[in-house]
């Protein structure tokens, strides 16, 4: 029943994310072989800064965009399908509300990983033109020298970072979500309110931690500026960071279980 719970879920918004996702690849093609391909990157003229720049800020927010949507998918069909008068039909299936919210977290992990990979592709395919590979090698071994690791394995180690944090993020809209359809009224309102209160709280909790563990601020500027270990702060950072958004999303996972199967109210 699981699978074909998680299959129903995928069926949902499936046109949207292949049209976005369909979009952002034709504009990685048009960037890489209309634009990319023909930049003269031994010229530093500001022009060619300027050109590079501007390009650089419109694939960001495509990219931010396509993420967005991919999140949005995500969010609409946990709330559509459980809490409003979809939730009917869903709650007479023969199966628990912990079961439906773990077909839930599946989906949508599966839904962000996909996103992950795709974009993935995305910056792969701008980025393997002959020109952009010469303007990487001259430069590779400052950046491996300033980083301590090579650009490669930073990107491979942030891409894991990005994975993980999926599953998190997934978990946190769940429970964003439940949280507001405690609320008799303005559920939405109440899920922002949720997301804002538990936002604050995680970035608090990590201030805290990694100012305790002198990570943050003095060691910040002191590592980077000389570029003294600066991969080994990077990656404290991001296992810290990492270490703490595991530890929130287990809380509000329990707290969203709890939700699901004793406090759901439908509209």
């Not at 608090?204 to 270990?229: H, N, Q």
């Amino acid at each position: 029943m699981l699978g074909k719970l998680i299959k129903y879920d995928l069926k949902y918004g499936a046109k949207i994310f292949i049209l976005v996702h369909a979009i952002l690849l034709a504009a990685c093609i048009f960037g890489r072989f209309f634009f990319l391909d023909h930049l003269d990157f031994g010229r530093t003229d500001s022009i060619v800064v300027s050109s590079l720049a501007i390009f650089v800020s419109v694939m960001l927010f495509l990219y931010i965009v396509v993420c967005f949507c991919t999140w949005l998918i995500i969010a609409a069909r946990f709330y559509r399908s459980l809490f409003t008068g979809e939730g009917y039909l869903s709650w007479t299936f023969p199966v628990s509300g912990v079961l439906h919210l773990w077909a839930k977290i599946l989906s949508g992990c599966i839904w962000f990983f996909l996103d992950c990979f795709i974009c993935a592709a995305g910056i792969i395919l701008l980025v393997t033109g002959s020109n952009v590979r010469d303007a990487y090698f001259a430069i590779a071994p400052e950046v491996t020298e300033y980083f301590g690791m090579p650009p490669g394995t930073f990107a491979s180690v942030f891409f894991i970072y990005m994975l993980v944090s999926c599953i998190c993020s997934v978990i946190s809209t769940y429970f964003c979500i439940a949280a507001g359809q405690l609320f008799p009224s303005h559920r939405i309102l109440g899920a922002l309110i949720a997301y804002f209160v538990y936002s604050f709280i995680s970035q608090l909790l990590a201030f805290a931690v990694l100012a305790a563990m002198r990570l943050f601020p003095a060691g910040a500027y002191t590592d980077m500026a000389s570029g003294i270990d600066a991969a080994r702060y990077t990656l404290s950072i991001m296992g810290v960071t990492l270490i703490i958004m595991v530890a929130v999303s287990v809380f509000q996972y329990i707290v969203t279980h709890i939700i699901m199967k004793k406090k759901v109210n439908l509209l």
